[in-house]
């Protein structure tokens, strides 16, 4: 079973371009959380979704930033007109539904570097 | 909300020594998770050890053991026997237990260096 897979590991944007993340989560895990890791920081809860729904966006900026997990397909954090403050490492993480399940599984990370 | 405190930003200790890495917390929750995550220079978040609220008998892990104090909001983490290997940044991590809130709250992290 593979794990919970992110692409690219690395990304260099320009000022004003957009960052597309992907993350596939683990087979039969239809729950995705994606946390922002700034250098020298612990990891920061941005948005917890589940296949087609948003769940939880408390942690995500207002501006700029979106996500989605679409029915088919990789769940994808979108940061449009980037700027040097969103230089970080994003983690996503998988869960599986089981009612009590406390697990989370997480990604290599992408890190993301604005020019 | 919850918050996780970690005080000591850095630690170092000898190979084959024992270190104990801080982390106190704060919720009104009575229920809950918490987790010592480990991530190496690779950046790859790896689960260290778990620790159910309700469960009072400290979780343990080969090297790895904690001292979970419910009553001070206090969870360490003890590392006998250190290996080279277990140099890394160390973050304590809450989890509510409840439906809704299920996403991770992270400390600040601990940066462990072993001296060989």
């Known amino acids: 079973n593979a794990g919970v897979m992110q692409n690219p590991r690395h990304l260099v944007r320009r000022r004003g371009q957009e960052a597309r993340l992907r993350c596939s989560p683990m087979k039969g895990h239809s729950h995705v959380y994606w946390y922002r890791q700034l250098p020298e920081e612990g990891l920061k809860f941005m948005v917890y979704?589940?296949?087609?729904?948003?769940?939880?966006e408390s942690g995500m900026p207002k501006e700029r930033f979106s996500a989605e997990f679409p029915k088919e397909g990789p769940s994808i954090l979108r940061i449009q007109q980037v700027v040097r403050g969103d230089s970080a490492a994003y983690f996503c993480?998988?869960?599986?539904?089981?009612?009590?399940?406390?697990?989370?599984?997480f990604g290599p990370g992408t890190r993301l570097t604005v020019t | 909300a919850q918050t996780v405190t970690q005080s000591q930003p850095e630690m170092s200790v000898q190979e084959a020594e024992t270190v104990t890495l801080s982390c106190t917390y704060d919720t009104s929750e009575s229920d809950y998770y918490l987790f010592w995550y480990k991530q190496p220079p690779s950046r790859q978040m790896i689960l260290v050890i778990r620790q159910e609220a309700y469960k009072q008998q400290n979780a343990t892990e080969n090297r790895f053991s904690v001292n979970f104090q419910k009553a001070a909001k206090s969870f360490s983490l003890k590392i006998s026997d250190s290996q080279l290997g277990d140099a890394a940044m160390y973050f304590c991590a809450y989890r509510s237990r409840d439906n809704y809130g299920q996403n991770f709250v992270f400390g600040p992290g601990t940066r462990l260096s072993v001296l060989p």
């Open positions: 979704l589940q296949k087609e729904n948003i769940i939880d």
């Open positions: 993480a998988s869960s599986p539904w089981t009612g009590s399940s406390y697990e989370q599984y």
